[in-house]
């Protein structure tokens, strides 16, 4: 019997044993057909096919590396008064906050604290970009249903 191109082994019955005369194992790693070629590195994409770059900020993240290399933080603090809060009947969606970006945010979560941020992207369920921490600006990721409320200026 063949399978794959080789001979299976020979199965004896329950009264006999050994293998059938002239059975050659297949070479190590299981053996691969005569010509066969595994695909490229990589998995072997269709003709044409262009991955997204490394990176790219795809499902919701932000891209690699933070997304310092798209202009770091601002080069000033952040205004020195703190913007009166309005609450917000609506949860925060991207849409609403993505107006946000590259601009000074005063940002008031839903554990009380507040800070401003100075946004570098906006996903479908974060947001990410600078954070002051009172003498500087620190890269700061979180999730938009951690957000009460925000103010651009």
Do not use: H, K
Not at 2 to 24: A, E, K, M, S, T
Not at 68 to 87: D, N
Request: charged share 10%; proline share 16%.
């Amino acid at each position: 019997m063949y399978y794959n191109g080789y001979q299976l082994p020979f199965i004896p019955d329950r009264f006999g044993g050994g293998q059938q005369p002239g059975f050659q194992p297949p070479p190590f790693g299981g053996g691969q057909q005569p010509g066969f070629q595994p695909p490229p590195f990589g998995g072997g994409q269709q003709p044409g096919f262009q991955p997204p770059p490394f990176g790219g900020g795809q499902q919701g993240f932000p891209p690699f590396g933070g997304g310092a290399q798209e202009g770091g933080p601002p080069s000033s603090p952040p205004p020195s008064y703190t913007p009166q809060e309005s609450p917000s009947l609506y949860a925060v969606d991207p849409g609403a906050i993505r107006g946000c970006l590259y601009r000074f945010t005063y940002v008031w979560l839903n554990n009380g604290s507040s800070f401003w941020f100075y946004p570098t992207y906006v996903g479908r369920d974060s947001i990410a970009g600078y954070r002051w921490r009172g003498f500087r600006w620190v890269y700061y990721g979180t999730d938009l249903r951690r957000i009460r409320s925000f103010r651009c200026s």
